[in-house]
């Protein structure tokens, strides 16, 4: 038996950096969303585990011990071929290993595994318990406490001006960690625009450490701003993934195709939020 699952990219729609643990994590309080954009694992049970990545960014994923999906199947306690097919950039904000990661714990499930729980996942990165559910969801702690938020779809481009960020770099750069959170109670929003003008009040707090490390980050702000119809620019995670929010899909896919023409070079995709 062979599964195929879905990898979606992670997005922070806002990110506070609201303190910091003992041992040097940090407290986040951060809106998460799902796209339609991402990686695919295809597994089978197999007598040990194997790893083998295709796609256009396969270059950049290690398939040694460090690898995060293979450290999933090794949670899972359910050996399985892997066969994972890299198209988001990686090091980029969007979750990419941890989205594989996630997605193998899913695999594993389905071909039979007992399911891995989001605290366990935990151990293997600040965002797994997120890209586990894959549903959009306020996050704080670290990572580990989720609530579901039900909002509108959203339709963005995504631009990543092709340089890797290490986060734990971009966190180690910032200048303050003691920021202020989202408001306890969010708003209900009626419908995408209502969102973005809310979203528009909230923050990355890791932007400018990020810049500082990647001053490509400026450049592919700034083009997402000028392009048409963008009514939002903000960067993902720590970076160097920066998105824009549109009114809907069709303004998004001409700003992608702008971008694109414009910057060859850049990773751009237009995107919609998933629907829970
Ligand atoms: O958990 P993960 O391996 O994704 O985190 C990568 C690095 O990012 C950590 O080693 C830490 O330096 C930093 N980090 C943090 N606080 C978080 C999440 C990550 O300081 N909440």
Known sequence: ???KVFAPA??????????QREDGYHLLDSLVAFVDVGDQITASPAAAST???????AAGVPTDETNLALRAARLAEWPMEILLDK???????IGGGSADAAATLRAAARLGAT???????????ADLPVCLSTRP???TGVGERLRPVSMPVLHLVLVNPRVEVA???VFAGLERRDNTPMPEILPDWPDALAMIDWLSTQRNDLEGAAVGIAPEITAALAALAQAPGARMVRMSGSGATCFALFE???????AAAQLTARNPWWWVRSASTLPV
């Open 1 to 3: 038996m062979t599964v």
């Open 10 to 19: 992670k997005i922070n729609l806002t990110l506070h950096v609201t303190g």
């Open 51 to 57: 790893f083998e990545v295709t796609g256009p960014f």
């Open 87 to 93: 198209r988001l950039p990686p090091a980029s904000g």
């Open 115 to 125: 399911p891995v729980s989001a605290e366990r996942a935990l151990t293997l990165g």
């Open 137 to 139: 969801a306020r996050m």
């Open 167 to 169: 986060t734990p770099a």
């Open 248 to 254: 809907d899909r069709y303004r998004a896919d001409v």
